[in-house]
């Protein structure tokens, strides 16, 4: 059993900054991809960021130049640093892990709320 437990999320102001944790805990085996999606409300979840086990990183336009993701591999943890946070941040952010080769797994979090007010 594999479970994600995200913290972080909070109310914060425009141009604030928040730093959201992701620790997996359970059976994850070998290289995967580690990442924070979001879900703003009437919206579809949406790609912020996502890093792989030899640091490749990928993130949405968006977010270029202000969010920066970071996992330590040894405590199975990833990391969403976000800088200059806008009201269009706000969502909910969920953590992922997903590996798409054998032995196959994705794995999503429950979620934890970022409020930007303007």
């Known amino acids: 059993q594999v479970q994600l437990v995200e913290s972080g999320g909070d109310l914060v102001q425009a141009g604030g900054s928040l730093r959201l944790s992701c620790a997996a805990s359970g059976n994850i085996f070998g290289a995967n991809t580690m990442g924070w999606y979001r879900q703003a409300p009437g919206k579809q979840r949406e790609l912020v960021a996502t890093?792989?086990?030899?640091?490749?990183?990928n993130y949405a336009d968006s977010v270029k130049g202000r969010f920066t993701i970071s996992r330590d591999n040894a405590r199975n943890t990833v990391y969403l640093q976000m800088n200059s946070l806008k009201s269009e941040d706000t969502a909910v952010y969920y953590c992922?892990?997903?590996?798409?080769?054998?032995?196959?797994?994705?794995?999503w979090g429950q979620g934890t709320q970022v409020t930007v007010s303007s």
């Open positions: 992922n892990v997903n590996r798409g080769w054998t032995p196959r797994y994705d794995y």
């Open positions: 890093i792989t086990n030899s640091g490749d990183t």
